[in-house]
Structures are given as structure tokens and as C-alpha cells.
């Protein structure tokens, strides 16, 4: 049988000039947030200027999966240009008010 659209890894990493880019993808649950504070720690360990969360694609959070975008914050603390967060209307602005309130 034959898939009709690959599944897509729950976090993507990429680089933008002095950036590293972690976007997540459909849900922030607390498997998916483990994955994103692993793939920050792997980012963060190899010194870039700044790490950028990308939380427009995703549809659907739990508290624990918010509460990892604080974790990536600690790690991110020594970081030249520090951590941002891209969101927009939605879940992913959601999420991350639930993360810091």
C-alpha cells in the first residue's frame, strides 16, 4: 500500500544565514516537545547566533508541549542573538501564551 502524502518529521531544523530554524509541524504534545528541546540542545551545542521556533503550521498543542518552548528558552540563554518565536493568529500564538502565563 502505497501512502497518499509522506508524513513529515514533527520537527524540521534548517538554517538561515546565522539562524537555526525549528519548525513544528501539526502538534505540540509532549513526545513532539521532547523532540524540540533535543533538537535545540543539538542546535544550541554547535554555537549558532540565534534559534528561531517556527509555530505557524501547527494545529494542535498540549500544556506539556507548550512547556517545552520554555525549556528551549533555558538552553538558549548564551546565544548571541537569543531565541525568537514566529507565530500568527492561531495555535501556535496560543501555545505559547500558555507557555509563558
Known sequence: ??????????????????????????????????ALVDAAAAAVADGPERLDIDLRNLRTWTPDGASALVRCRELCGDLADGLHYRTGRGPGRDALLSAYS
Do not use: F, H, I, Q
Open 1 to 34: 500500500m502505497t501512502p497518499v502524502a509522506a508524513r513529515r518529521a514533527p520537527v524540521t531544523v534548517r538554517t538561515e544565514g546565522a539562524a537555526v530554524v525549528l519548525e513544528l509541524s501539526d502538534n505540540l504534545d509532549d513526545k513532539v516537545g521532547r
